[in-house]
């Protein structure tokens, strides 16, 4: 079973950055394309950023400018890169891939506070 693991989460000063690492392990997949995505409590997930295969990307209008995904050749792992950071970014950080049948991998998440 694929399983992604999220790895980087911390806490950091407002206007700060934070590097989040996202590896995938276990039965590999063609992934179409790998992500981030975020919650708080009471608040429904939220697409923070996502790349899909030949590099397309998608960001959350909240996040533009300041937030940058990447991944690695062999797309088993995927960053978050996160600049200017805001108290309002502090939340728990999911991993996401898609699969082959449009099929959704999640991480366990990784908390990141930002301080306020």
């Known amino acids: 079973q694929v399983q992604l693991m999220e790895s980087g989460g911390g806490s950091v000063q407002p206007g700060g950055s934070l590097r989040l690492s996202c590896v995938a392990s276990?039965?590999?997949?063609?992934?179409?394309?790998m992500g981030w995505y975020r919650q708080v409590p009471g608040k429904e997930r939220e697409l923070v950023a996502f790349?899909?295969?030949?590099?397309?990307?998608t960001y959350g209008e909240s996040v533009k400018g300041r937030f940058t995904i990447s991944r690695d050749k062999t797309y088993t792992k995927v960053y978050l890169q996160m600049s200017t950071l805001q108290p309002e970014d502090t939340a728990v950080y999911y991993c996401?891939?898609?699969?082959?049948?449009?099929?959704?991998?999640w991480g366990q998440g990784t908390q990141d506070p930002v301080d306020s």
């Open positions: 996401n891939a898609i699969g082959p049948g449009a099929s959704n991998y």
């Open positions: 276990g039965r590999m997949l063609t992934f179409y394309g």
């Open positions: 790349i899909r295969g030949g590099g397309t990307t």
